[in-house]
């Protein structure tokens, strides 16, 4: 089992030039991790607690953005009808 492995990842290497491929250890490009003769580069991720409160910080976000454009609709709309009944007010009644 582990021969056929073996042929699997030496005709991966016979197909890729060293010049592309990028050690995942070093970060260098040249050679494979397994002859990676470097120390470990540190690479910073952020936490996934960071990343959790931030995506509920922009959820919060976008639902108090979306109530208000609902109150704003509603207030165009609630304006729009005394603007309309005011019309109404001069045509019929000529105030």
Same mark, same amino acid.
């Given at each position: 089992?582990? /021969?056929?492995?073996?042929?699997?990842?030496?005709?991966?290497?016979?197909?890729?030039?060293?010049?592309?491929?990028?050690?995942?250890?070093?970060?260098?490009?040249?050679?494979?991790?397994?002859?990676?003769?470097?120390?470990?580069?540190?690479?910073?991720?952020? /936490?996934?607690?960071?990343?959790? /409160?931030?995506?509920?910080?922009?959820?919060?976000?976008?639902?108090?953005?979306?109530?208000?454009?609902?109150?704003?609709?509603?207030?165009?709309?609630?304006?729009?009808?005394?603007?309309? /009944?005011?019309?109404?007010?001069?045509?019929?009644?000529?105030?």
């Amino acid at each position: 089992m582990s /021969s056929r492995w073996m042929t699997i990842l030496q005709q991966r290497q016979a197909n890729l030039s060293k010049t592309e491929v990028t050690c995942q250890k070093c970060l260098q490009k040249g050679h494979w991790t397994y002859e990676c003769k470097n120390e470990r580069k540190y690479v910073h991720r952020t /936490s996934r607690s960071h990343q959790l /409160s931030k995506h509920v910080k922009q959820a919060t976000k976008r639902k108090l953005q979306n109530e208000v454009t609902k109150n704003n609709r509603k207030l165009l709309s609630y304006e729009y009808y005394n603007i309309s /009944s005011i019309i109404v007010c001069f045509i019929m009644f000529d105030c």
